[in-house]
């Protein structure tokens, strides 16, 4: 007699909850970028950088010497013009032949991949596991925080610039190619050039090289492309700050400038704030290299990136998307170690960077250049979170030195 055991529902496979959590992830960037669509077509608003970016890739498709003199006049009246390379314009040039909607809905998309990528690779970098439901669930988690939120309503590229510099930074230690993704991250948007500081500081002579030949070989194309551009952006144009911020004193500029300016109530704060930022520069980068030097690259990378963000001119609120690997770092680690004032922290942390969003209604009040009292914490909140974390990291016991055959491999 043949006894049949009884049956029972068959358990999804791993491969079945990955192919499930990836699609989910698919349908969740589809679903953004149909609302992204949904808001530009019924209010005509946002995505207004998006537009920026649109707007010279047009103007340079349409002949030389004519990328800088493009603007784009935003809902409010703000002239707003092209600031990056024009190696920058040069990628962006397929935004010069689709319309406004479609470039809004694949830039969208675009940005939420790129988003749970930076997931993925910030968990991959502190450590823990990175399947891809993992990656759905903090993809999910971030995406309310106001610097994701405000990327995405602005159309930046941000984040497209974070995952080529994390993936570089935190990827193969032995590569031959590592600091190229800094250096061409840096011929898009000069800011990522810090990096190249940090491997200097930390003598990865090799690295540093690839970096400086990759930014090089950006300029280099674009002046190729474009001569007359790229010598009235290398010549001088970069440095006009006006076609970025007519006032640092804009609650939505997070940077150490603009601390400084809502504190004194003044937009003309260079004096001081350019040896402060000299300063922080210096000891945020110590900082940096004393992470690496304990072992802890991820959080070496997160520290220059802290240190660049602070001591920029302009640190637009969507430019700290670099919270998202942080939020992921002390979540991770929180729970590797058992830590719940970790844990804790990175709640709080990001407690406060969704309670950021609070941020428009002062711009829609009008009144978004003058505070008094608490006010000052709200509005410099992204700036205290990054100098009490670097100032943290800087008293914190190193736990010790990585050793030599460690981190060799990296050094290459």
Not at 10 to 23: F, G, I, Y
Not at 94 to 102: C, D, Q, R
Not at 166 to 173: Q, V
Not at 347 to 371: K, N, Y
Request: hydrophobic letters at 55%.
């Amino acid at each position: 007699m043949t006894i049949l055991a009884p049956t029972t529902a068959p358990r999804p496979d791993r491969r079945s909850r990955t192919a499930l959590s990836v699609t989910a992830l698919l349908v969740l960037a589809g679903l953004v970028s149909a609302a992204a669509v949904v808001v530009h077509r019924s209010t005509g608003r946002f995505w207004e950088d998006l537009a920026v970016y649109r707007t010279a890739a047009i103007a340079a498709a349409g002949g030389d010497g004519r990328l800088y003199d493009a603007t784009h006049q935003g809902a409010d009246g703000i002239v707003l013009g092209f600031t990056y390379p024009p190696f920058a314009a040069l990628l962006l040039q397929p935004l010069a032949y689709v319309g406004a909607t479609t470039g809004i809905g694949i830039w969208s998309m675009a940005s939420v991949l790129a988003l749970a990528a930076v997931v993925r690779a910030s968990l991959r970098a502190a450590g823990a596991g990175t399947g891809a439901g993992a990656v759905l669930v903090g993809t999910v988690a971030v995406l309310p925080v106001f610097p994701v939120a405000g990327h995405l309503q602005t159309g930046q590229v941000g984040l497209f610039l974070m995952l080529i510099v994390l993936l570089d930074l935190t990827g193969e230690p032995d590569s031959r190619w590592r600091g190229l993704g800094v250096g061409i991250a840096a011929g898009i948007k000069l800011t990522p050039l810090i990096f190249v500081a940090y491997l200097l500081c930390l003598r990865r002579w090799r690295a540093a090289g690839v970096a400086t030949a990759g930014f090089a070989a950006t300029v280099g194309l674009g002046f190729g492309w474009r001569p007359v551009d790229s010598a009235r952006f290398w010549g001088g144009g970069l440095f006009d700050t006006t076609r970025v911020s007519g006032d640092p004193r804009t609650v939505l500029n997070q940077s150490l400038h603009g601390a400084m300016a809502r504190l004194g109530d003044t937009a003309d704060v260079t004096a001081v704030w350019l040896p402060l930022a000299v300063l922080t520069a210096l000891a945020g980068l110590v900082v940096a290299v004393r992470c690496v030097r304990a072992g802890d690259q991820f959080l070496g990378v997160l520290a220059c990136a802290t240190t660049g963000l602070l001591v920029s001119p302009v640190s637009w609120h969507h430019h700290w998307v670099w919270c998202v690997p942080a939020l992921v770092l002390l979540t991770v680690r929180g729970r590797q170690a058992g830590d719940r004032v970790a844990v804790v922290a990175g709640a709080l942390l990001w407690a406060g960077f969704v309670a950021s969003a609070a941020w428009v209604l002062i711009g829609l009040r009008g009144t978004d250049l003058h505070f008094r009292g608490l006010d000052l914490l709200h509005t410099n909140l992204y700036v205290l979170v990054g100098v009490v974390a670097l100032g943290w990291l800087a008293l914190r016991p190193s736990g010790g030195r990585a050793s030599l055959d460690d981190t060799k491999g990296w050094i290459r």
